[in-house]
């Protein structure tokens, strides 16, 4: 089998909800990849990142620019998940659009969650959790609640106001409420 055309471009985004919302649409519209770059990284270890990986082109307060040397990735990859590097240099992790709507979906049947309803979005968007989050949301047609990260009280009352009552954090992130209650369980952890 002969190996899948490269010339999508790659586009690095600072991974605010926000702006992995607007990138992952445009991707899923069959705009550039999205290369999320974890706003928490020392800019050192971000300009690192990007030498590694290659995008095409980097999302700036003033526009994209384009990057010289930049590589394009294969035509169905949607998103490229920098690792931890926790074994040497982070590698991209490809993920085409195919897998990723199967993982959502898969989610979506094994929590028997209502498409309907909105998922609050408050893990880190450079990682795949976040992103099948934001995933979820254009894949059923109802957008999630943003949150630029987890916050118990937060997350308690706005979330119910705004119609969300899925989420998805990983053990750590299960809260402790005022109440000195433990909050109740992801359906994913």
Known sequence: M??????????AVEATPAAMATALADAWGGGPAVLPLDPRLPP??????????QPTAIVKPGGIVALPGGR?????????????????QPKGVMLSREALEASVRAGLA?????????????????????????????????PPVLHD?????????????????CWSAGPACRPTWPSGRRGPRSPTG
């Open 149 to 165: 990260g987890f916050d118990a009280c937060w997350t308690a009352a706005p979330t119910r106001r705004a119609g969300a009552r």
């Open 2 to 11: 002969p190996a899948p055309t490269a010339s999508r471009p790659l586009l």
């Open 44 to 53: 050192r270890a971000r300009g690192a990142l990007v030498a590694t990986l």
């Open 110 to 142: 094994a929590t028997d969650a209502d498409p309907a309803v909105p998922w609050l979005c408050c893990l880190p968007t450079s990682h795949v959790a976040g992103a099948l989050v934001l995933l979820r949301g254009l894949v059923t047609g109802t």
């Open 72 to 88: 394009p990735v294969p035509d169905d990859v949607a998103l490229v998940v920098p690792t931890s590097g926790s074994t040497g």
